[in-house]
Nanobody, 126 residues
């Protein structure tokens, strides 16, 4: 059983940056594909970014390409989401997800992930 704990959310102004962290425990982290999703009020959970494990491939939602960067530190069992040039429409609860299926390919849908964190709130004011 994998446990995921997100941190780093907060209230920022448009144009600012934030770095989210997701610490994993209870599993062999380097064998898990990792992803970030977000859910805004009244909307479904949407894919933001993902990273595979063996080759470190990444994938991003079109809305965040060029602004967000996902990375992982297998020695620290942590995945990060660097968010730059934040916009009010980035406001959401951000969730970290993990699944052992993400070895080579990046998992991009919520149903592909077995393990989820509790989420961290990101609010971007205009």
């Amino acid at each position: 059983q994998v446990q995921l704990v997100e941190s780093g959310g907060g209230l920022v102004q448009a144009g600012d940056s934030l770095r989210l962290s997701c610490a994993a425990s209870g599993g062999t982290f380097r064998y898990y594909g990792m992803g970030w999703f977000r859910q805004a009020p009244g909307r479904g959970r949407e894919f933001v970014a993902g990273i595979s494990t063996i080759v470190g491939s990444t994938s991003y939602a079109e809305s965040v390409k060029g602004r967000f960067t996902i990375s992982r530190d297998n020695a620290k069992n942590t995945v990060y989401l660097q968010m730059n040039s934040l916009k009010p429409e980035d406001t959401a609860v951000y969730y970290c997800a993990a699944d052992p299926a993400g070895l080579l390919n990046v998992l991009t849908t919520s149903r592909e992930y077995a393990y989820w964190g509790q989420g961290t709130q990101v609010t971007v004011s205009s």
